[in-house]
Nanobody, 125 residues
Framework: QVQLVECGGGLAQAGGSLRLSCAAS????????MAWFRQAPGKEREFVAN????????YYANSVKGRFTISRDNAKNTVFLQMNSLKVEDTANYSC??????????????????WGQGTQVTVSS
């Protein structure tokens, strides 16, 4: 089993920045793909970005491309989401997800087997 714990959410002004972290524990050696999803009130869960544990392959939703950066620290089993130029529409609960398979270019939440509890990001105008 793998446990994922997010932190770093909070309140930011439009145009500002926040950095989310997702720490993995347990059978982390088996993880292949890590991702961030978000869900705003009344909306469906939305893919944000993903990254493979090995290599530099990343994939972003068009809505965040050029503003958000996903990265990882393999030694610390941690994945980050640096969010710059935040917009009010980025307000959502952000969840970290992981899976044993290589899911690069796969934005479907149902494919990911492990999930964190989520962290709230609120962007004010």
């Amino acid at each position: 089993q793998v446990q994922l714990v997010e932190c770093g959410g909070g309140l930011a002004q439009a145009g500002g920045s926040l950095r989310l972290s997702c720490a993995a524990s347990g059978r982390t050696f088996s993880l292949n793909t890590m991702a961030w999803f978000r869900q705003a009130p009344g909306k469906e869960r939305e893919f944000v970005a993903n990254i493979l544990w090995s290599g530099d392959s990343t994939y972003y939703a068009n809505s965040v491309k050029g503003r958000f950066t996903i990265s990882r620290d393999n030694a610390k089993n941690t994945v980050f989401l640096q969010m710059n130029s935040l917009k009010v529409e980025d307000t959502a609960n952000y969840s970290c997800a992981g899976d044993h398979r290589a899911l690069w270019l796969n934005p479907h939440a149902a494919e990911y087997g492990y999930w964190g509890q989520g962290t709230q990001v609120t962007v004010s105008s």
